[in-house]
């Protein structure tokens, strides 16, 4: 499979996890959790997509700022999004388990936003990713 295959299919996942993350508003109680954790997959999946598009293997972590860092070496633009991707990094893990992490709609709205965030910006740094 070529590099820029994968990248679609790496934007497929993302694009299901965000969907997936607003569908999931509409649930009573809103599991607050759970949407920020796919919000925190989306933009992994987008980064590590940008990753693949640029023939890099995407380290097997899910540490935002990580990648976003490799992304860097690509574009200095990605400092753009840096903010947004240390909002996120802590959903990759901790909603997941049983935890003392507490937490509430804003933290959620704040997921959603920054997941928006990320997808916009990787999908205007590499266009062809777009379905």
């Not at 590099?3 to 009573?28: C, I």
């Not at 380290?59 to 909002?87: G, R």
Request: glycine share 2%; hydrophobic share 40%.
């Amino acid at each position: 499979m070529d590099n820029l295959t994968q990248a679609k299919e790496w934007q497929r996942l993302a694009a299901m996890d965000l969907d997936s993350a607003e569908y999931l508003q509409n649930m009573y109680p809103v599991p607050i959790e759970i949407i920020c954790f796919h919000c925190q997959q989306s933009a992994e999946k987008y980064l590590k997509g940008y990753l693949v598009l640029h023939n890099i293997n995407p380290p097997k972590t899910h540490d935002l700022d990580e990648l976003c860092k490799l992304c860097l070496h690509m574009s200095d633009a990605f400092m753009n999004i840096a903010d947004q991707c240390s909002d996120l990094t802590a959903y990759g893990i901790q909603p997941r388990y049983p935890t003392s992490l507490m937490l509430e709609e804003q933290d959620m709205n704040l997921a959603l936003i920054s997941a928006k965030v990320i997808r916009d910006f990787i999908l205007a740094q590499a266009p062809e990713m777009n379905p």
